[in-house]
């Protein structure tokens, strides 16, 4: 519906605020059915982990509809921060974004990583682009795929 107008836009560091707020209201339902959700720590926990050189805003028709970040590790790439705005979910635009992203050639040959919380299901998403399980927790599920 929406990929031809898809874009992914470098972040920057104004864009933290808003960016730590979509990660408190997408995360809110999992993390509270898991009894982590915590109003400060949730934004907080973005914050100390945000880097705008590794995060792109996801743009649909010129509107910020999400984002989602992928840094450079030991190991090859950690991908996270992937939030979408509740109302452009089920639209396809994770699955237009993950295309994006794992088409990049710096990628290839390399493992990237991801973790999930348990029963979100964005874990199907990563599921279809072939991500496979490494290991779980009572919280997070950890998957990744060699690109």
Same mark, same amino acid.
């Given at each position: 519906?929406?990929?031809?107008?898809?874009?992914?836009?470098?972040?920057?560091?104004?864009?933290?605020?808003?960016?730590?707020?979509?990660?408190?209201?997408?995360?809110?339902?999992?993390?509270?059915?898991?009894?982590?959700?915590?109003?400060?720590?949730?934004?907080?926990?973005?914050?100390?982990?945000?880097?705008?050189?590794?995060?792109?805003?996801?743009? @649909?028709? =010129?509107?910020?509809? #999400?984002?989602?970040? *992928?840094?450079?590790?030991?190991?090859?790439?950690? +991908?996270?921060?992937?939030?979408?705005?509740?109302? @452009?979910? =089920?639209?396809?635009? #994770?699955?237009?974004? *993950?295309?994006?992203?794992?088409?990049?050639?710096? +990628?290839?040959?390399?493992?990237?990583?991801?973790? @999930?919380?348990?029963?979100?299901?964005?874990?199907?998403?990563?599921?279809?682009?072939?991500?496979?399980?490494?290991?779980?927790?009572?919280?997070?599920?950890?998957?990744?795929?060699?690109?």
């Amino acid at each position: 519906m929406y990929q031809s107008q898809l874009k992914l836009v470098q972040a920057s560091s104004i864009h933290k605020e808003q960016l730590a707020e979509l990660r408190a209201m997408v995360l809110q339902e999992d993390l509270t059915r898991l009894g982590r959700f915590d109003e400060h720590k949730v934004r907080q926990r973005f914050r100390n982990a945000f880097d705008p050189s590794y995060t792109w805003l996801i743009e @649909v028709e =010129g509107k910020i509809a #999400g984002c989602v970040a *992928l840094k450079p590790e030991q190991e090859g790439y950690i +991908l996270e921060h992937f939030y979408m705005y509740p109302d @452009v979910q =089920g639209h396809g635009i #994770g699955s237009q974004t *993950l295309r994006q992203l794992l088409a990049r050639p710096h +990628l290839q040959g390399k493992v990237v990583h991801l973790n @999930v919380l348990q029963g979100s299901p964005a874990q199907r998403l990563y599921e279809r682009f072939g991500f496979e399980l490494d290991s779980e927790d009572e919280v997070d599920i950890f998957m990744s795929r060699t690109i």
